[in-house]
């Protein structure tokens, strides 16, 4: 593990290495599509996913860039519903969806609760919906928007890693203990979980971020989680640059990627996903890049491990 340098990082540490946000209307969200997923049950179906322009979240996670599209305050009560209903407009219907805020949907400064009754009415008649949030917000909020929904709620909530000194200075302020506490919690009122896990967090070589990444995965499913994302760290966000700068971050490489995907899906023990989001920032091989995104998407909707792609860049 790399050794961390005498600065510390904290909230002002971070928000001192930040750059501008981009502009953003809190009338829309900031982005909306459809995409193919791979069901609980294994269909594979299209699924609608909502970016919610709102509030920046107040966990100021080191490896986070999402604030960019975030406003400074507590957007106007009607804004979230408005934007839920834009973007529903203007995209084809599926049964699935999910609505990504930056942040934690149970957060009330961010998606207020006298907007709960409104987004409800919004999502009736699909069969599942998911959304996002931090381990320390989870609480009766959650049953109760359940039951204004009457379907199938689900949360995602990011575990990072399980690495007991870079989990610290990840900046989420949480324990393994609030991880676990949580998923028990959703649990217990038949609520399904997906975690974000972290390929190659800051600290980490190569090795131990494919390393950390699969224990990561095995905590996740032991907890009693039913998917894993596994999101391979980006810079850009600020922190990440110095902190690159400084020897302590490199991205992982495609490979590594490739490599832990594999080895959730091969655990059999919940569905296992691959974030193939600007792949090109992990790829130093133009010649295989687009066929082993390809065979990404495809295990991703399969849970099956494919061929391996072959290319004069490895060994």
Request: with cysteine; charged share 25%; net charge negative.
């Amino acid at each position: 593990m790399l050794t961390l340098p005498d600065f510390n990082i904290t909230n002002k540490w971070i928000l001192d290495q930040r750059g501008t946000k981009n502009a953003v209307d809190p009338n829309k969200p900031y982005a909306f599509l459809v995409e193919k997923e791979r069901q609980a049950n294994g269909k594979i179906e299209d699924v609608t996913t909502i970016f919610l322009t709102n509030k920046e979240c107040p966990f100021r996670c080191l490896m986070c860039d999402l604030w960019k599209n975030t406003t400074d305050d507590t957007i106007d009560v009607g804004a979230i519903p408005k934007q839920i209903e834009f973007a529903l407009k203007n995209l084809p219907s599926t049964k699935h969806i999910k609505l990504y805020n930056s942040g934690n949907f149970f957060d009330s400064t961010a998606i207020p609760l006298k907007d709960h009754n409104a987004i409800a009415s919004l999502l009736h008649g699909f069969e599942t919906v998911l959304v996002e949030n931090h381990p320390k917000l989870t609480d009766r909020r959650i049953l109760e928007f359940r039951d204004k929904l009457n379907t199938d709620l689900q949360l995602a909530i990011g575990l990072e890693t399980t690495h007991p000194e870079v989990l610290p200075k990840l900046n989420k302020q949480m324990s393994l203990m609030d991880f676990s506490k949580s998923v028990n919690m959703l649990k217990t009122h038949d609520i399904l979980c997906r975690a974000f896990i972290l390929l190659r967090p800051p600290f980490l070589s190569e090795e131990e971020g494919v390393e950390w990444a699969k224990k990561s995965i095995d905590f996740a499913f032991d907890c009693g989680v039913e998917c894993c994302a596994v999101i391979p760290t980006r810079s850009g966000n600020g922190a990440l640059n110095i902190l690159e700068t400084n020897g302590l971050f490199h991205s992982p490489n495609l490979a590594s990627l490739e490599h832990v995907q594999e080895y959730g899906i091969s655990l059999d023990k919940g569905r296992v996903f691959a974030d193939l989001w600007d792949l090109e920032h992990f790829s130093e091989c133009t010649d295989c890049l687009d066929q082993r995104k390809v065979r990404m998407d495809e295990m991703n909707l399969k849970q099956e491990i494919l061929d391996p792609i072959f290319c004069s860049c490895s060994d």
